[in-house]
């Protein structure tokens, strides 16, 4: 299992390319950004790509959540199990930094940012129809993550071997449940047609017309 841990570390991280949040307002889209432009400061905004010398901050939080990743994926390429426990430490850090990045993108960050910036009635009324939406590039870093701890914790818990054999025995029975589906849905599928081909049987005459009255 050790090995395979570097399949959802690798997962996390190029989930960082994909788009991982969009703000629309009245079901406009006004902003998108990358993982990674969240973490730079690349952010599109009405089509036009705004970096971090346009104004756009530069989010350390996501920053060390990209070398916290960085940082197991090296680990497992150059360490044996005993860095089990570094692996599993770097993906909560990352999960951690993820959480505490993307919080001030939050709707009720940017409310709260809104009103310490004393917007008023209207603004506070414009910000209130503001839906942030996290896309499927960070739900995927999440999700990688957290089967990247659990597979180190397991690895460093001494249940590798255990668990392994659990998953053979699933994927065996899953594999199992495939074949008798597919065996049924064949067995069905010529009861069909061998009821189709009797009916039609049935309704034809000699020669294969259709009887006469």
């Not at 989010?59 to 426990?85: D, P, Q, Y």
């Not at 310490?116 to 499927?136: H, L």
């Not at 054999?165 to 699933?170: F, G, P, Q, T, V």
């Amino acid at each position: 299992m050790w090995k395979w841990i570097r399949i959802p570390k690798g997962i996390a991280l190029v989930a960082f390319l994909l788009p991982w949040m969009t703000i629309s307002c009245s079901e406009q889209k006004i902003a998108e950004a990358t993982g990674f432009g969240l973490a730079f400061g690349n952010v599109t905004t009405m089509g036009r790509a705004a970096s971090a010398g346009d104004g756009a901050a530069m989010n350390l939080w996501l920053v060390l959540a990209l070398l916290a990743i960085a940082g197991g994926l090296f680990l497992l390429f150059t360490r044996g199990r005993e860095a089990a426990k570094l692996v599993l430490g770097t993906s909560v850090a990352a999960l951690v930094l993820i959480f505490l990045g993307t919080w001030r993108y939050s709707k009720d960050a940017i409310m709260a940012e809104a009103a310490r910036n004393g917007g008023g009635d209207m603004d506070r009324a414009a910000m209130a129809m503001i839906q942030v939406n996290w896309e499927i590039g960070y739900w995927l870093a999440l999700f990688a993550l957290i089967a990247a701890a659990a597979m180190a914790w397991i690895v460093m818990s001494g249940k590798e071997a255990e668990a392994e054999a659990k998953m053979r025995s699933l994927a065996t029975d899953a594999a199992d449940a495939a074949k008798s589906a597919a065996a049924k849905a064949s067995e069905a599928i010529e009861a069909a047609t061998d009821k189709k081909d009797g009916d039609k049987k049935d309704g034809d005459g000699p020669g294969g017309e259709p009887p006469k009255a």
